[in-house]
């Protein structure tokens, strides 16, 4: 069990009484999920990645409406992909066959729909407007003065690592707390460049993140109940982040689709694919990880394919197929259970004891 | 922490004081690494899918010499892929610039050079004979007569599974014990079928197989001291196997080259691949990983791959280069520590005492 004070007081100081974060989960999370985990003694997240600088704010604002405790707010901190007119069209191309199946056009080119968090300054205004008690970082890190301004506003900074390179960068940066993502997380990697991705299980992670730096370690990635967070603090994690156990929450925003699959055999049945955003992410297999095994060209980057992505899901959506659908699930899918967040994080925490006991 | 006494009871039957099985890894397995395992009271093994009848006899009748106590035999159950001249003589021509380097020539065919356990008749009673008190499989199981021929001389049994699909198949074949084989562990994947290889992670694979089959679950993968082995316990594991761990005693096979490596940055960069030997491993990242990823065709079968590699390996290391060498090592390799077999176990034993604590 870890017992080092100085990894365990940024809970104490938040006022969570589990060491449970709620994974932000860009597009599946709500601020009544993240509300909900919060008031229940969790540290409930929102993840803003996906949204203009309006509606992120909106969300904020509601989150808080709803909290009577700290949340978090996730951040894109992703070095946007340039513009390959060439390889964006080859890539429409070999998914043009699949959107004629339901009778529309690809896009003529593509967009880099998502804003980063790297040097965004607009952002960085809002977020000390709005002041949520915690930040944190996914695809890297943003600029030193960014960490600075949020810490100086009394944020407490998280931040994801895959590595221990990352970690380092992370320590170095004067981030608070590390989240240690593993190769069975659902969702995006974290990876602060993909193509250095050594995929390292969350067991091997946190096993050298916990020996070789001095930061506080958030174990994520294939943890589902009680017993797992017993063995993950048992290794040296502080907390755990869970995503994919969230999703059934009746709190969240997935989709009747996406629910019943998750309760499906597809649960036992997840991937890591770049083909639906341009990075890498694991989710239940879909048509879009077939279509990305066999097309030899390198792909367009991120978010510029999740462009094409989410066009060929409206498509397909608009006529009942959800053959497209970024369905992420981490490699404990089957294990997820369908139930309020608020029975959930009460559930796990009973679990946590007796596990410990 | 585990506490179904019909998942410890095999262990106790054997006389095992602490619930630590060093992995069997054919190759740099000796009878004194298993042997002093076995003495320092945890399971030791040594893996003879790579040697004849008449060695793999030797190498057990030399272990049962050097053990006070139980020790476990590994066995390949693989199905031999069919020879396939064309594919052989591809992948033959794509590495021949690599014997040019060493001024060597490829082979000029390529041979099935390990027996599978599966239907072998002279091995099933060279076992009868020698009387392990373990026997293990990997790559799949044998014949129903054979299991039952083990079992009915006394002989404890283990399957290694990496899906729950292969647990089952396990379960329903009468084995004692399964070996969560996480995708993070050093060597040869297990999967019955590499082809059906979803990759998941010891702490997934640990959860899903603990909650969903009735057998007693040995971890595998990634774990590399007592704190690991305490994590692994708690969750629902009666055991763990570890190989990396191990590689570093004085009483291991593995050659000085491969020593260096894994206390060295490389430990950090593993990968798997199954461009070595034909079937999908872990290992040190060597020149064979570059070779087999920017290769388009399907690759020879197992064995027929590993018959290229060593030839490969051999050439190479006449001339003091061990750039091919199949220096497998798990996700945890970083954590390696070198000392005498039973001052591991003891170490091990020590560290898994205070954790619990």
Not at 96 to 103: C, H, K, M, N, T
Not at 247 to 260: G, H, K, T
Not at 272 to 282: D, F
Request: with cysteine; aromatic share 6%.
């Amino acid at each position: 069990m870890n017992t080092n004070p100085a990894h365990t007081q940024w809970m104490a100081r938040l006022g969570m009484q589990h060491p449970i974060v709620q994974a932000p989960m860009a597009g599946t999370s709500t601020p009544q999920l993240a509300a909900a985990v919060s008031n229940a003694g969790g540290l409930g997240s929102v993840g803003i990645g996906a949204y203009g600088a309006e509606q992120a704010e909106q969300h904020i604002a509601q989150t808080h409406a709803l909290a009577r405790r700290a949340f978090n707010v996730n951040l894109f901190c992703h070095q946007t992909a340039a513009a390959d007119a060439q390889r964006e069209a080859a890539w429409l191309a070999h998914l043009a066959p699949e959107f004629e199946r339901f009778g529309a056009m690809p896009p003529a080119a593509l967009r880099s729909i998502y804003t980063s968090a790297v040097g965004n300054a607009p952002l960085q205004a809002m977020l000390l407007r709005q002041r949520p008690q915690v930040v944190s970082f996914h695809f890297g890190l943003p600029e030193a003065a960014f960490i600075a301004a949020l810490r100086g506003a009394g944020i407490t900074t998280l931040a994801c690592a895959t590595s221990l390179e990352e970690a380092r960068q992370i320590e170095q940066a004067g981030v608070d707390v590390v989240v240690a993502q593993g190769m069975e997380a659902g969702g995006h990697r974290g990876c602060f460049d993909p193509e250095q991705d050594r995929l390292l299980s969350t067991l091997a992670l946190v096993q050298i993140l916990v020996r070789q730096t001095r930061l506080p370690v958030v174990a994520a990635g294939g943890i589902m109940d009680g017993t797992a967070i017993a063995s993950a603090l048992q290794l040296g994690a502080c907390a755990v982040q869970m995503g994919t156990a969230f999703i059934l929450c009746p709190e969240s925003a997935a989709s009747p689709a996406y629910r019943a699959e998750l309760q499906s055999d597809k649960a036992y049945d997840t991937g890591i694919t770049a083909a639906i955003s341009g990075r890498p992410a694991r989710g239940m297999v879909n048509r879009l990880h077939l279509l990305g095994r066999d097309y030899g060209p390198a792909l367009p980057g991120y978010p510029m394919v999740y462009d094409a992505g989410k066009a060929l899901h409206q498509a397909a959506a608009a006529q009942g197929s959800s053959d497209y659908a970024a369905h992420w699930a981490g490699q404990g899918a089957p294990l997820a259970r369908a139930m309020p967040a608020a029975d959930l994080v009460a559930t796990l925490a009973r679990e946590l004891a007796q596990a410990a006991a």
